[in-house]
């Protein structure tokens, strides 16, 4: 049973992406609404039945009072025992039955799996967003919206059914028992309902915006704490343990002032909330006993009229926070809608092709980016590379040797000029297909937190242990994680890297992060100071694997120590964004330009970029 009920919406259905979602709350719900349509409707129908079901239950206790009035007593099994059986078959069997249906939809077709389609779509939307626009957040603040948005989406559905439209159906059956009773039983009831909708709709017009405000706090002090527990090293190097806290301690503070101010309001409904069910008390009950004793009502119009009083004061405390509750977790969701409902910029051409490699050829034509500013990036710069050709890329820190690699990786879209490959302009052609063909070495080898296996085989996934294991001999990384053992006791392959590869040191993070890209072999190599983090025996084994990885493939390497590119065919030059030399090692020492100065201020083999400077 449970297994029907799960299985009745499909939360991983295909859909079209849409690069640019709805960004005001109610057409972005609706888009994840769709699969959902059939169990909504049949789960607020079943919600109905429910609370027509408790209504009619009330009346019949009434009926039951008057049916038993004194002198009934040896009458009422003969003249009422199959009505009273059948009631009572109703309520062990088919009751049950309504109820199970009514609950399952709930419980195991939407909340679960409205949860989940949110959870799978935020998260593929984010993951299509540029790299840019990660640069620009904290990856925690994003996980936390990931994380929170789904369960308030679903508890928003959930409360829908199980709260907004029962108490709707129960309301209106309530005034139908009672008008039926006596028209004039409406009149408190009427009243009543006016104030607490004046109620409700002055907590819900000022809960959204709390929990929104309340929402965005927790996403700071997330974002914040996972900044320190990701950057852990530094914080324990310069002993700022103490700052973090305080810096911690700020967004927490604020947290805490947003959720008081959150939860002034629902005192604030509570205490209304017990004045009005008072009033409606006493109104309905005393105008039915005022009936009663005019001989204008039954004792049982008084019973039912007391018992319905009775539980609609039990269920307006319970409606009221289920509507409070509803709308603060569409506040959770609004917040998360700053990161989720986010258009996609960056996004391939509608006619863009798969990119086809021939040769590896790279022009780059008049390109120009400064990431939105006047200055800084690259300027007007032209580079031929031809299929096959080695380039090492020099150049002071900021003179946008690691934009032009961006641009080729097409991480941004240049704000003017084109990059083309083998012809194909990287505008026109897949980012996959592009990434696909283009290799990576980088200073900083960030690992995923998974196995060394799962590191190595993320340059291949489809590539055999033999042709991963080979890899990763001839990155010299072999031999170290045969002997690698994690806390959980698995080793070699097995064994889990940490965080970005906490858990390796630099140089062991570099050769697993080469043996990724050997494995990969894709035509077109970059390779950005691949060799920075290893000391000078293990650099100069890998030197050679990298002249043989290079081999038959365009390469373009950054590199401050020059040794490691003198024989590279062309050596290119930066400076403020421009190329202002392009030669052979050799032509260039000739020239006794901006590269000779840098070869001869070398310390141990790098550029000393600051006495150039």
Same mark, same amino acid.
């Given at each position: 049973?449970?297994?029907?009920?799960?299985?009745?919406?499909?939360?991983?259905?295909?859909?079209?992406?849409?690069d640019t979602p709805p960004q005001r709350l109610w057409p972005f719900l609706r888009t994840y609404v769709r699969p959902f349509k059939r169990v909504f409707w049949a789960a607020g129908i079943m919600s109905v039945v429910v609370a027509v079901i408790e209504i009619w239950l009330i009346a019949y206790m009434g009926r039951v009072v008057d049916l038993i009035a004194? *002198?009934?007593? @040896?009458? !009422?099994?003969?003249?009422? @025992?199959?009505?009273?059986?059948?009631?009572g078959l109703f309520l062990l069997t088919l009751r049950p039955i309504l109820q199970v249906i009514d609950v399952a939809l709930l419980n195991q077709s939407i909340v679960p799996n409205f949860g989940t389609i949110v959870r799978w779509r935020a998260h593929r939307h984010v993951l299509r967003q540029s790299v840019g626009w990660f640069e620009n957040d904290f990856a925690g603040r994003i996980a936390n919206r990931i994380m929170q948005t789904p369960p308030a989406a679903g508890e928003v559905a959930f409360q829908v059914f199980d709260a907004v439209t029962f108490a709707l159906a129960y309301i209106v059956g309530a005034a139908v028992l009672l008008a039926g009773a006596d028209p004039r039983l409406m009149i408190p009831l009427f009243i009543w309902l006016i104030l607490y909708a004046a109620l409700v709709r002055w907590t819900v017009k000022r809960v *959204?915006?709390?929990?929104?405000?309340?929402?965005?706090?927790? %996403?700071? !002090?997330? +974002?914040?704490?996972?900044?320190?527990?990701?950057?852990?090293? %530094?914080?324990?190097?310069?002993?700022?343990?103490?700052?973090?806290?305080?810096y911690a301690r700020e967004a927490i503070e604020a947290t805490r002032a947003a959720l008081q101010r959150e939860m002034r309001l629902y005192t604030i409904m509570d205490v209304t909330l017990v004045l009005l069910n008072g009033l409606l008390i006493v109104s309905v009950v005393g105008w039915a006993l005022w009936l009663w004793s005019g001989g204008l009502a039954s004792a049982g119009i008084v019973a039912a009229a007391a018992a319905l009083t009775l539980r609609l004061n039990a269920m307006t405390g319970w409606i009221m926070w289920a509507v409070t509750n509803?709308?603060?977790? #569409? +506040?959770? =969701?609004?917040? *998360?809608?700053?990161?989720?409902?986010?258009?996609?910029?960056?996004?391939?051409?509608?006619?863009?092709k798969t990119l086809q490699v021939d040769g590896g050829g790279i022009e780059i034509q008049n390109l120009s980016h400064h990431y939105g500013r006047s200055a800084g990036g690259i300027d007007t710069l032209s #580079?031929? =590379?031809?299929?096959?050709?080695?380039? @090492?890329?020099? *150049?002071? %820190? @900021?003179?946008?040797? %690691?934009?032009?690699?961006?641009?080729?990786?097409?991480?941004?879209?240049?704000?003017s000029g084109r990059i083309l490959i083998d012809g194909q302009d990287i505008r026109g052609i897949t980012q996959d297909s592009l990434r696909s063909s283009i290799g990576m070495v980088q200073q900083e080898s960030a690992l995923?937190?998974?196995?060394?296996?799962?590191?190595?085989?993320?340059?291949?996934?489809?590539a055999s242990e033999a042709d991963m294991i080979a890899a990763a001999k001839r990155a010299q990384a072999h031999d170290f994680i045969l002997d690698l053992e994690d806390g959980e006791g698995r080793r070699g392959y097995d064994a889990q890297v940490g965080e970005r590869g906490v858990k390796l040191s630099g140089g062991q993070r570099q050769r697993i992060t080469l043996a990724?890209? =050997?494995l990969k072999d894709a035509p077109i190599l970059l390779l950005d100071e691949a060799t920075s983090a290893l000391d000078s025996e293990v650099e100069a084994v890998i030197q050679e694997t990298l002249a043989d990885l290079m081999e038959g493939k365009t390469v373009i390497a950054i590199a401050h120590r020059l040794s490691t590119i003198a024989h590279m065919d062309r050596i290119v030059v930066m400076d403020d964004g421009r190329i202002v030399e392009d030669g052979t090692h050799e032509e260039l020492l000739a020239r006794d330009g901006l590269y000779a100065s840098f070869w001869s201020r070398q310390s141990g083999g790098f550029i000393a970029t600051e006495a150039a400077e």
């Open positions: 049973m449970f297994r029907f009920f799960e299985n009745l919406v499909d939360p991983y259905v295909a859909y079209e992406d849409d004194p *002198g009934s007593e @040896g009458t !009422v099994w003969s003249d009422y @025992g199959w009505e009273f059986l059948a009631v *959204g915006p709390a929990a929104k405000a309340s929402s965005d706090a927790r %996403s700071e !002090v997330t +974002g914040r704490v996972v900044d320190s527990y990701t950057n852990i090293h %530094s914080v324990k190097m310069f002993a700022h343990h103490d700052r973090e806290i305080d509803l709308f603060q977790n #569409l +506040g959770v =969701i609004s917040e *998360g809608m700053e990161t989720i409902a986010q258009p996609v910029t960056l996004v391939d051409d509608p006619a863009a #580079l031929s =590379i031809k299929p096959g050709e080695k380039v @090492g890329l020099v *150049g002071r %820190s @900021g003179t946008g040797k %690691s934009t032009l690699v961006k641009l080729l990786l097409r991480f941004y879209d240049a704000e995923l937190h998974r196995s060394v296996r799962d590191n190595i085989l993320y340059g291949d996934p489809a990724r890209v =050997i």
